[in-house]
């Protein structure tokens, strides 16, 4: 009786994982719109490139850049999700999927993260700094500030993450 109670909880954990499988359908859709702006924004630099002045394509070409990273940043949750909800035979045989996927570990995933949200926070902070005469200077403190709370965030995760490995 016992053995079969803790069979039947063991299948429902592990089939509790499909419950976050529309989260991870989420995050495609989100992709799919990070897709579009990117290309709507790679439109309006290029029809608006005669007007653009020097600081004009630096910003365009940032805004670009962020929303490759904010891209980059969802693939990374995407992908990480895969190994979560499909089973790994299941994902080895049918899908052909880049060697470096499922191959990352919860410490990897970590630092890829706020890499990717630092790398944002810094490219928003030089948009910032491009059009610098424009934008109100406690909003310059508080983006340094934020910028530097992820930098220190990442720093101490990357040092936790190592004290740790020493150890195992």
């Known amino acids: ?73 969802l693939l990374i949750m995407i992908s990480s999700g895969l190994d979560t909800v499909v089973s790994r035979p299941v994902a080895e045989d049918r899908l052909a999927r880049p060697e470096w996927m499922g191959r990352v570990d919860f410490a990897g995933l970590k630092l890829r993260v706020i890499a990717s949200i630092i790398a944002i926070a810094a490219i928003d902070l030089l948009e910032t700094f491009v059009a610098i005469g424009t934008v109100d200077k406690s909003d310059v403190l508080w983006k340094i500030v934020v910028f530097l709370a992820f930098v220190a965030a990442g720093v101490l995760l990357a040092l936790m993450d190592r004290l740790t490995g020493e150890r195992r």
């Open 1 to 73: 009786m016992l053995r079969s109670m803790e069979r039947l909880l063991a299948i429902l954990l592990i089939a509790s994982r499909w419950l976050i499988a529309p989260i991870y359908l989420g995050l495609a859709v989100a992709l799919v719109v990070v897709l579009v702006e990117f290309f709507r924004e790679l439109v309006g630099a290029v029809t608006g490139f005669a007007t653009l002045g020097r600081s004009g394509v630096i910003l365009g070409a940032l805004k670009l850049i962020d929303l490759v990273l904010v891209g980059n940043l």
